[in-house]
């Protein structure tokens, strides 16, 4: 089937050069670090985590999504998601590969990875993460290649693709779920010692990933013609409703507890996010605009009338693409350094440096799933011919 993906209109192979472009130019940056050192960043020694460790977070959520579609097609026997349940376990494999070149990236020199695996540490959650993560992707590749090809022979899967289909399910759960720890785990930091922060990231990520599917599938029908069907838009579209009222629900819940309980390592942290502190207020317009975006969404969400207009649905989902992307991909992260633990507030900037290699990173994602997504799409054309 890999042949599909050498063929293709000029729309396609311009797309493909674009990202290559991008994908150059982050190479470039992340050799310019690779040999000056992570001093070219803008993270410190108070903020040690920045905008690459923040990706990670999020992009584990939007593979954790897969699970979403997964579930209701192989568990419920739900068929209106058959058309799109492949391209949310291609989404899957591009999402975690990109989640560990972040990984990459952030430890300045490649070699200091293989420390994991030369020199394990089972008490280390970062250990564990790293297993979770390459288990489920290659769970994912096996099933969705293996489901793929059947289709195109007009032939069911064989049996023991579904023990795989399975355990891809809790496992979908477990990666966000060891990620979530790495951060609740750390009791110096008050603001990630919160026994909901894996559920916080599995609601974050069951309606993140899945709107960025969704939009994706928009992008398809436009350019492709490729249609899932209303029914698999609608089912979708309240999956992801539901989840980010229980997104903006845990969040509720952290801010009522951080400051009813007036304890102030927990509270400092939501004053400089919201208010600013000592002066600072880098991160204040970002959580203001993520809180307000995703309230803006529900409010285009949860009314059916506008659900299930598709012009009014897809500035939802975009709106609240950016609102987890921001709370995410940028205040969680971050935030949980600031103030340190002497209570002193050192802001944090992304340099162009970091800013390059994350666009590099995130055009070889989308590089890996245009290439996958191209694959489905041809071989669904030819099984249904």
Known sequence: MLEKALKGSERYWGWLAVLSFFIAIGFGAYLYQYFQGLGVTGMSRDVSWGIYISQLTYLVGVAASGVMLVLPYYLHNYKEFGKITILGEFMAVAAVFTCMMFVLVDLGQPSRLLNLFLYPTPNSILFWDAIVLNVYMLLNIVVGWTVLQ???????????????IYLSIPWAFSIHTVTAFLYSGLAGRHFWLTAIMAPRFLASAFCAGPAILLLIVFILRRLTGFDPGQKAIRALAKIITYAMITNLF???????????SNIPGHKHTFIYLFAGLEG????????????????????????????????????????????????????????????????????????????????GIYS??????????????????????
Do not use: C, Q
Request: proline letters at 7%; zero cysteines; hydrophobic letters at 55%.
């Open 150 to 164: 059947s289709e195109r022979k007009s032939m069911p899967p064989p049996k023991w693709v579904k023990p795989l």
């Open 250 to 260: 845990f969040l509720s819940l952290e801010l009522f507890t951080a400051f009813y």
């Open 280 to 359: 600072h207020y880098a991160l204040v317009p970002v959580m203001w605009a993520s809180v307000l975006l995703g309230i803006f969404s529900l409010i285009l969400l949860i009314p059916p009338r506008f659900r299930n207009n598709e012009k009014i649905l897809i500035i939802a989902l975009m709106a609240l693409v950016l609102s987890t992307w921001l709370e995410k991909g940028m205040g969680l992260v971050v935030a949980g350094f600031i103030p340190n633990m002497l209570d002193h507030v050192t802001e944090y900037y992304p340099s162009v440096y970091e800013l390059a290699i994350t666009v």
């Open 364 to 385: 070889l994602g989308i590089f890996i799933l245009t290439v996958l997504f191209k694959i489905a799409l041809e071989v669904k054309k030819e099984a249904a011919s």
